[in-house]
């Protein structure tokens, strides 16, 4: 995987291999400072009703398009991390972060994907006591993390499923956000898109039907209420100065 098509977050994925990996460690409780360069995030269809309560659900144009719940209003700033590395408490953690520095990866010439780690990752060290491999063996933590990563997987190729079928029915539309702050600070964030309500509410029954059964309609109108955190976004980039 080239660089320049990296996950957000992972700087240097490889995979897992016990000869190489057996005194490998993962601090338990390392906090989220790798993910404060971040405003955005992807989200799984498994998770919208719960990030929709904290972050804009919006959608990306990509190969494959996503998901992804807004973090911050500014390139390089996600508001949910604090300068300690805390996520602010009571506040859903998406999966996609919770899942670092795992991950998988997908090996194109056998069509399967493997376990892998970000190397780079801080919270790596050698010889730690919460090692990933004993004995030649996965320990409870890699197995945790394996388990993770493929119930991760099978929820993403879910949502884009679900993202596809809106794009196949012509209903996003891009958006753009034209911010004033409080002290008169302009900002502009574009390059998403959004549900087209009106269009949604247009869907013919026999897609309604559909849709439903799928459980589509749910995955929309968590979308819609999402929409209501824009102003929570909109306070909290008020009360935190620009770091440039």
Partial sequence: MSTQTLPAFYQRPRPLAAERDGDLSLAPAAGYQFAAGSNSVP???????LACKHYPILFLDGAPPQAVALLGLRNGENLFVDA???WESGAYIPAYVRRYPFIFLENREKAEFT????????SLSHGGPNKLFEGGQPTEVTRNALAFCSDYQGHYNATTEFVEALIKAD???ENRADVTLKDGQKLSLAGFKVIDEAKFNQLPAEDFQRWRERGWLALAYAHFISVSNWAGLVDRTSQRPATN
Avoid: N, Q, Y
């Avoid at 376990?115 to 801080?122: F, R, Y």
């Fill in 43 to 49: 989200v799984i269809a498994a998770e919208f009703t």
């Fill in 84 to 86: 300690d590395g805390a």
């Fill in 171 to 173: 209903l996003l539309v």
């Fill in 115 to 122: 376990l892998c780690i970000d190397e780079a990752a801080s």
